[in-house]
């Protein structure tokens, strides 16, 4: 078996998570059995077991505030849409965790054990929030039809900035004043469903609820505000209403506030420079920041056990995912052959048209020029970094170089360049992808006759849209879940999906249709000269598959030269399997319209 095979195929695990009145009973993924599924992990017996076993796959779960259940989101198709399911933590069918709520998006969850509190978005495009007790009817708290989250920084499985640890106090991140991309956040008293708190920066300005303190009573909420362009953590009291924003002296993002340390005396903060992560312990009273030890490279998830060790998971660009902790051991290692390093990542920047954009760039062994796939990220509120990828590696593996471009729009490089793209996506990305593309042929990375345009989601929009408008660069194209027909894209996507879109385009179609046809590709689809792969997923409600048709059959009767691989999910798949076979058709693909690069096995 290749090594790009072997690192798709290899086992990983997901950050272990836990209830804080049972710590030791502790719930996460792992796609050991070739499927992502959640498991149970008894930390006293050192016992592990599969929970769920769902054909599609669950990519994570969370156990009850009780540590006697497990509980993750089902939907029967990859659509999204679903509920959320409770099965017994030893294991057991899994029977529906609130009835009386209807099935949704998902859109933030907080588990108790007096109360618990669910959002999601809803088939007529409103959203809404559910509070259920564990012995009676589910009561509505809020709806609305612009975004509502519980706990505003979902991170999958339950909020911690969604209950307050004594369960009398709610946060819902919300964006009634017309902005997804900038919400505010609301306190709900639980017991009378008053609100009690309002944050809002402004116009222009989001606010993200992280962890309240998880000591009984303690009222603060740790929150990350936006007021000095770079992310910053600051801490509000709802008993007083007060709220400190925190002064550190770094110098890029702190946009996560992963946890509190047991007594509730410092934060476990997520410091991100230049697409590497640092994880830092914050002492309140004293403002003194000390460094977690931990490896270089990017922190998935990370949190602060009851004896005030720190537990992450993290990977570099050449070294796989692995969780570990502060005192240097590994916590949880998935049972199986660990995948094989790849090429490092090397930091690159360059002059954009917007400024100073930076990025990665990952080579084969040897001197350049190489054939170069530029693989563009989705979101586009995302951004890459020094993390593992076998898509990557794949394709590093079969002689190319691969470039990684932070465009305006990405996160981790302040609140101006990301909202830079605000009122003029897909151009914007763009001029910043091809000026990266231009500095690696100038510097002798890239070969100019053997470029590759290739993305997922946001960045399959990017990849039709430069060979639309840059037709003459490109070798060929792949496009992942593209948005291909942004109209018909809007017509079919899911409510959080539209909200963002309004809040990107400056409205909806019917409101700027000129903005929507001159960012969508198929307004350009005669244009196209290249090669194209459409992957698409059947049932993606982020990327729906009529509009990816649309522009197919668009491309087809003006000549263009376009293959489609079809699968059954939705935005991604959950299957080893079928990551496999969808590299495999990337790769065949490239390898047919790219000269001088070896067959793929």
């Not at 996560?256 to 903060?269: E, I, T, Y």
């Not at 049972?335 to 080579?363: K, S």
Request: aromatic share 8%.
């Amino acid at each position: 078996m290749p090594a790009w095979e072997r690192r798709f195929r290899a086992p990983t695990v997901s950050l272990p998570t836990w209830s804080r009145a049972a710590p030791d009973r502790l719930v996460y993924a792992t796609n050991e059995g070739g499927v992502w599924q959640v498991h149970a992990w008894d930390l006293a017996s050192g016992a592990r077991w599969r929970v769920t076993d769902d054909p599609i796959g669950v990519p994570d779960g969370a156990p009850t505030a009780d540590g006697r259940g497990v509980v993750w989101f089902h939907d029967e198709t990859g659509d999204e849409f679903g509920r959320h399911l409770v099965a017994p933590f030893e294991g057991g069918r899994g029977v529906t965790l609130f009835p009386g709520v209807p099935e949704g998006w998902p859109s933030g969850l907080a588990l108790g054990r007096s109360v618990s509190a669910v959002g999601l978005g809803l088939e007529d495009g409103s959203f809404a929030v559910w509070l259920v007790p564990p012995d009676g009817p589910p009561r509505e708290l809020v709806r609305h039809h612009e975004l509502l989250e519980v706990g505003g920084a979902w991170r999958g499985g339950s909020a911690l900035g969604g209950l307050s640890a004594d369960e009398r106090l709610l946060c819902v991140a919300h964006a009634e004043h017309g902005d997804s991309l900038h919400p505010a956040l609301r306190v709900y008293d639980v017991a009378s469903g008053e609100a009690v708190g309002e944050l809002w920066d402004g116009p222009g300005l989001g606010l993200s609820a992280w962890a309240w303190s998880p000591v009984p009573g303690d009222a603060r909420l740790a929150v990350v505000h936006e007021r000095e362009d770079l992310e910053r953590p600051a801490i509000w009291d709802l008993s007083t209403g007060e709220r400190v924003d925190l002064a550190l002296d770094l110098s890029g993002p702190v946009d996560r506030v992963l946890d509190w340390w047991p007594d509730g005396s410092a934060l476990l903060l997520c410091h991100s420079h230049e697409g590497r992560d640092r994880l830092f312990r914050f002492e309140i009273a004293s403002g003194r920041l000390a460094a977690v030890d931990h490896p270089e490279g990017t922190v998935t998830d990370a949190r602060v056990r009851p004896d005030g060790e720190v537990w992450f998971r993290m990977s570099s660009g050449r070294s796989a995912p692995r969780v570990g902790s502060s005192r240097g051991r590994d916590v949880l290692a998935p049972e199986g052959e660990r995948a094989p390093d790849g090429r490092p990542y090397r930091p690159w920047a360059f002059a954009g048209p917007g400024g100073r954009v930076h990025g990665f760039v990952v080579t084969p062994e040897g001197p350049g020029p190489f054939p170069t796939v530029l693989e563009i990220h989705g979101g586009p509120h995302w951004h890459w970094a020094d993390a593992f990828s076998p898509l990557v590696q794949a394709w590093v593996d079969h002689g190319f170089a691969v470039a990684l471009v932070n465009y305006r729009g990405s996160t981790g490089y302040g609140r101006a360049w990301r909202d830079a793209i605000v009122g003029n996506p897909g151009l914007t990305e763009l001029d910043d992808l091809m000026a990266g593309v231009d500095d690696l042929v100038a510097r002798g990375v890239a070969d100019p006759e053997r470029l590759v345009c290739s993305g997922e989601s946001w960045g399959g929009y990017l990849t039709l849209l430069a060979l639309s408008l840059h037709p003459e660069r490109w070798a060929c194209g792949v496009a992942g879940v593209p948005v291909g027909d942004y109209v018909a894209a809007y017509e079919d996507e899911a409510p959080a999906l539209q909200a963002m879109d309004r809040g990107l385009f400056g409205g909806g179609p019917e409101e700027v249709p000129d903005a929507y046809r001159e960012r969508s590709p198929i307004t350009y689809v005669d244009r196209v000269k290249a090669p194209v792969l459409v992957l698409a997923g059947e049932n993606d409600s982020r990327c729906p598959i009529r509009q990816i048709d649309r522009y197919v059959e668009a491309l087809r009767a003006r000549g263009g030269e376009v293959e489609v691989y079809r699968y059954t999910t939705g935005h991604s798949s959950f299957l080893v399997d079928e990551r496999v076979r969808q590299m495999r058709a990337r790769l065949d693909f490239v390898l047919r319209h790219v000269p001088g690069v070896g067959r793929t096995t």
